[in-house]
């Protein structure tokens, strides 16, 4: 059974670091990639980015100057760091596992299909 | 590419069919996912590659559509069904969602 356990700080102040830190039990690790989702209160969902096991990454670039993802392949976890953060950054963030799908051209990250519980964090002064 | 969704709020009744619509400002072949998604809840994955159901969903959900135009059908809706809607495109990076569609009790 896929489960995606996740945690980190919920309350920043603006300027400082969001973190938080997603773990894949029951998932073979090297063969999907992870990925960052966040949702603004009330509002849609948002694609912050992605990254493999081999540490290659892809981000939204809303967000690139900001942003780290980063993986730990031997625990099995990946993390989200997102510098100087205001209060539009306040969302639910999710992590979420991305199988893959092929053509002729190699293989590529596709949809969702399990998800963390997800973590609000709010930007407040 | 923008991932549009109409309408942006759906008023039915239990039983009846829904079509929730979804439109991408590009092709995006058939690399088109959706989700529902519950208050308090994560998304949860109903339909990949456009047409195929997840693990686990029931049969009375289903997807349709390529290139630019795609369409989510429930076909009968039970209580639990009403919920907001997601559609996501995968062929180009970054990845994106629609804005929502909200299946709610007429």
């Known amino acids: 059974q896929v489960q995606l356990q996740q945690w980190g700080a919920g309350l920043l102040t603006p300027s400082e670091t969001l973190s938080l830190t997603c773990a894949a039990h029951?998932?073979?690790?090297?063969?999907?990639?992870w990925s960052w989702v966040r949702q603004p209160p009330g509002k849609g969902l948002e694609w912050i980015g992605e990254?493999?096991?081999?540490?290659?990454?892809n981000y939204n670039p809303s967000l690139k100057s900001r942003l780290t993802i980063s993986v730990d392949t031997s625990k099995k976890q990946f993390s989200l760091k997102l510098s100087s953060v205001t209060a539009a950054d306040t969302a639910v963030y999710y992590c979420?596992?991305?199988?893959?799908?092929?053509?002729?051209?190699?293989?590529?990250?596709?949809?969702?299909?399990?998800w963390g519980q997800g973590t609000l964090v709010t930007v407040s002064s | 590419i923008v991932m549009t969704q109409s309408p942006g709020t759906l008023s039915l009744s239990p039983g009846e069919r829904a079509a929730l619509s979804c439109r991408a400002s590009?092709?995006?072949?058939?690399?088109l996912a959706w989700y529902q998604q519950k208050p308090g809840q994560a998304p949860r994955l109903l339909i990949y590659?456009?047409?195929s159901r997840a693990t686990g969903i029931p049969p009375r959900f289903s997807g349709s559509g390529s290139g630019t135009e795609f369409t989510l059908t429930i076909s009968s809706l039970q209580s639990e069904d009403f919920a907001v809607y997601y559609c996501?495109?995968?062929?180009?990076?970054?990845?994106?969602f629609g804005q929502g569609t909200k299946v709610e009790i007429k």
């Open positions: 979420a596992r991305n199988p893959f799908y092929y053509d002729r051209d190699g293989h590529y990250s596709a949809y969702f299909d399990y």
């Open positions: 029951g998932a073979s690790f090297s063969d999907y990639n």
């Open positions: 990254i493999n096991h081999s540490g290659s990454t």
């Open positions: 590009q092709t995006v072949s058939s690399h």
């Open positions: 590659s456009a047409s």
């Open positions: 996501q495109q995968y062929k180009d990076w970054p990845r994106t």
